[in-house]
């Protein structure tokens, strides 16, 4: 499309989007340098609410404003339910939280409903986050003069499959043609490294730290010669500024209850009217030591009153402040760098303001280390904004220099004999990616081959997370061994994975494409898996011992039953008799493996050292 006023015969420019739980951003690549573009009201961000009235739909700031009148009918913290189901454990959690109502819709899909118009009307995660991507829309076509369709949309870096998915169905309704789905943390580090890196000569670690209303992002970037390379990352979907306020709120529910007799839980109206009011305590605790609340009216004609330290308010969200360091810890860890070796620490996200997680993160870092410069709520659409102009192909030669890569959250592979998980991609891998794994057959003559394609970092597969199997057939029969398979997984720049198998020589090709968006995991199930896998260490080890020692006898026995069906060799050397008995005992040892998939290890060595005890003079006398 062509912009007619401000650009004239240029291109419209792509914007790019933060669409943040509790407040959104747009950017735009204009004139060489990025512009963060102000709202109706001269703000740069804008809240992602939408209220729903008797006279027509309110977004963003007005929508905010009318929170405090009519609970029931504002819409916040969608974020959270995009790309969920109902069942979902933190969607009950949040629910309870929320002044509105949330229901279970068709295919087990939460619905939000509301009084549209004196109608009840129901509206999807992706409906209300259209409706805010539209708003970030006609902010950036007042602001530039011009129909804006392409974009590039950030989301949390553990955002699975199906959420990333949700965010691009809800920019495709909101009229947005979304050219890539960018994890925010990479967007921070870009924004970072483009206003500070002069000399891309020298290697660089950034750790992005971005603590927002409702999630929470660590990522370890990488910066060398132009590229960005997320090296690895962690963080919790759930754990941020709406969690900070929620133990004040509770703190102050609790305190009017002592002092009143009285519970504001049932009222909606009460309860909306507090937390915005506990949201302004925790602001000002930023830079005061000690704040005042009061809210008129708060509950039956009571003028609520209180105070609250930044001592209480540390006090309250202890526990919080240090899950933000220990994910940190994790991501260190993961990407095997030194606290030491990290350059700059970057803050992001609102919540980063507050003093006490600064703290904390200089005592881990070192004072030096932390980057305050960046505006904490700006930095994610501005490295969108960037990643959108190198699209659309609009940036300069500085932009076009960058080349941004994300990172897998879960080794992927395929399940071999024993239950084993072979590894094709490993966690931590750069995307896009893709790699390739030769395998072969078990047995002899074998025509096809199943793969169970697993995600997770377990060494028995089936310990995993299963995303969906797939078959090659057409293989020539051939003795075990000698048939060979490339396994290709290949995942996309949105992090889509395609897995095939093609038979080398024939070129025979199976293919998977993983799309299901059940078949994808929650951040909190990969938290799970990673811890899972680290205590099941021990239990692994122990599967391992007994897969090889299986494997060990395996193999033996299929080599000597080789050995004893070339009548040549053999009958020289043994008596039809003996050449019988041997047989049966190689038999019998493969029945026993036939039906033993994973034996202690003792059964296998004493299988073994029988078999060899009757084999090893026959090996012996073919040495001769
Ligand atoms: P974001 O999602 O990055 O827009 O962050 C919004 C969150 O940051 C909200 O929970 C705000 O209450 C919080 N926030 C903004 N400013 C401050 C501040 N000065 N101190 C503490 N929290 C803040």
Known sequence: MTCQSKMSDKLAPAIGIDLGTTYSCVAVWEDDHVEIITNDQGNLTTPSYVSFTEKGRLVGESAFNNAAMDPINTIYGVKRLIGRRFSDPNVKEDIKLWPFIVVAGAKNRPKIVVNYKGEKKNFLAEEISSMVLMKMKQIAETYLGCAVEDAVVTVPAYFNDSQRR?????GVIAGLNVKRIMDEPTAAALAYGFHKIKDYSKPQNVFVFDLGGGTFDVSLVNIYGGYFEVKATAGDTHL???????????????????????????????LRRLRSACERAKRS????????IHVDCLYEGIDFSSTLSRTRFDELNKDLFAKCIEFTDQCLKDAKVNKNDIDIVVLVGGSSRIPKVQQLLEEYFGDEKLHRNINQDEAVAYGAAILAAQLSGQANDMVNKVVLTDVTPLSLGVDITGDVMSIVVARNTSVPTKKVKNFTTIKDDQTSVTFNVYEGERFQASKNHFLGMFNVSGLSPAPRGVPSIDVCFEIDADGILNVSGTVRGSGQTSKLTITNEESWLRKEEIDKMIEEAEKYKAEDEKHKRKVDARRELDDYAYEMSKIMRNQELILPLIPEGEKQRIEDEICEVMNWLDLNKVPPVEASNSKLLGLKEICEPIVAKMKN
Do not use: C, H, P, W
């Open 166 to 170: 949700a965010t691009k169905d809800a």
């Open 240 to 270: 941020g500024g709406e969690d900070f306020d929620n133990r004040i709120f509770n703190y102050f529910v609790d305190e009017f209850k002592r002092k009143y007799k009285k519970d504001i839980r049932g009222n909606s109206r009460a």
């Open 285 to 292: 605790l930023s830079t005061t030591s000690m704040t005042t």
